[in-house]
């Protein structure tokens, strides 16, 4: 007789797996089958975590610093990530204000575990990073979508925002640079968010991983620069995971008031206990040493996205914001949808994107992960050749569909 399945909980069954991991992962397994994919679909930099970092880390095992450390990451890391953020920023956080995490988002987890109840709403301005809606789910809480216009940059418009707002609203999470558009929130979006938040008591929840990539010299409208008594109801998440290119050695932090980081904290000790040890070294050389990395892989960043840009917008009914920060372009292609090739319906961005994965061997990530269908995410963190290779295949799978 065979064994009835095991159940599993109610809780898991809301959840999808990270959307972006699987194309990557479906990327790969096409590569080593020995397919010349070209891959736009990666959400890191690809650089390599500088020399003085992995120096440290190495320093740190060969030292033995190898076992527990202090539940919200070590002191000295929590120090230097306030000297950061007074030198940086003027904002003046103590290290009981700070907690390392395995990763920002994992950092993002706690905060969710411990901020939001069964019912409560929080607002996510969409597109959007994948992680936020399973993230709110997990803890119990509703996402509640604002949608941002391609039209105003996907800027967030307090008109829009104000329609979405209800009595179980309970606050809101900001990206900005914005992981899948680049785009950056204007003053007047902050002032709006600022004003609401103050009126009816909501956190702000300031995902804050790609602000040492931004372009132009507008610089990065901030939140807690709108009103600095802001940061008693502001969370920052920040980490060096896209800032010195260290994905791999999982370190963020988050900065914000003291009774949320101490309930994080609870939350971490009996879960993670702590981030790694050697990892937590790492990010010390990081945030306490030379800043020049981020700004030498902006530079290279720049070129690489006025070229993707410009192909983009170079095909015909393809509109294409320009991203202002991160390493991503957010491309619409929905006058494509409807077309067809070889006998295969495009209705969407799954069916985009796997025909583009399929038969121009391009990896790119569909919009509807981010929540928007009209569009794909392509990254440009990869090298200018693959990215002029990747154009011209584009545009020729885009001209075969009728
Ligand atoms: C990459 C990313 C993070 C954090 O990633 P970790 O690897 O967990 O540090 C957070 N938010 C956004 C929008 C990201 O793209």
Request: with cysteine; aromatic share 8%.
């Amino acid at each position: 007789m065979e064994a009835p399945m095991i159940p599993l909980a109610e809780r898991i069954k809301q959840i999808k797996p990270s959307p972006t991991l699987a194309v990557d992962a479906k990327a790969k397994a096409l590569k080593a089958g020995g397919a010349d994919i070209l891959n736009f679909s990666v959400g890191e930099p690809d650089f390599d975590t500088p020399l003085h970092v992995r120096e440290a880390g190495k320093a740190a095992i060969d030292g033995g610093f190898t076992r527990y450390t202090p539940v919200p990451g070590i002191l000295e890391l929590r120090q230097a990530i306030c000297r950061r953020y007074a030198e940086d920023r003027g904002w003046q956080y103590e290290p009981d204000q700070i907690q390392v995490s395995c990763g920002g988002k994992h950092g993002l987890y706690n905060m969710a575990q411990v901020l939001f109840n069964p019912g409560d709403e929080v607002l996510i301005p969409t597109p959007y990073w994948v992680s936020y809606p399973p993230i709110i789910q997990l803890a119990g809480g509703t996402p509640v979508f604002v949608p941002l216009a391609e039209e105003r940059n996907f800027d967030l418009d307090p008109a829009i925002l104000r329609d979405y707002v209800t009595d179980r609203t309970r606050g809101i999470i900001l990206n900005s640079p914005s992981n899948p558009t680049g785009s950056v929130l204007s003053r007047q979006a902050l002032e709006a968010v600022a004003q609401l938040a103050v009126e009816r008591n909501w956190i702000i929840i300031s995902d804050d991983i790609y602000d040492t990539i931004v372009y132009g010299d507008g610089g990065l409208p901030h939140i807690l620069d709108i009103d600095p008594a802001l940061q008693a109801r502001t969370l920052v998440l920040n980490g060096v995971s896209k800032s010195f290119a260290m994905t791999g050695w999982r370190i963020g932090y988050t900065a914000g008031p003291k009774h949320i980081i101490a309930a994080m904290n609870k939350i971490q000790s009996q879960s993670t206990s702590n981030p790694s040890s050697v990892a937590q070294k790492a990010a010390l050389a990081a945030a306490a040493g030379p800043q020049d990395f981020p700004v030498e892989m902006k530079k290279a960043f720049l070129p690489r996205r006025d070229y993707i840009v410009r192909e983009l917008t170079g095909i015909p009914r393809v509109t294409c914001v320009v991203p202002k920060g991160a390493f991503y372009v957010f491309p619409n292609f929905s006058a494509y949808y409807g077309k067809s090739v070889k006998g295969r319906v495009i209705d969407g961005s799954v069916a985009l994107a796997d025909y583009l994965l399929e038969e121009a061997l391009l990896a790119t990530v569909p919009g509807i992960a981010f929540g928007c269908d009209p569009f794909i995410r392509f990254s440009f963190a990869t090298s200018m050749a693959i990215i002029e290779k990747g154009m011209a295949r584009l545009r020729e799978a885009l001209a075969a569909l009728a």
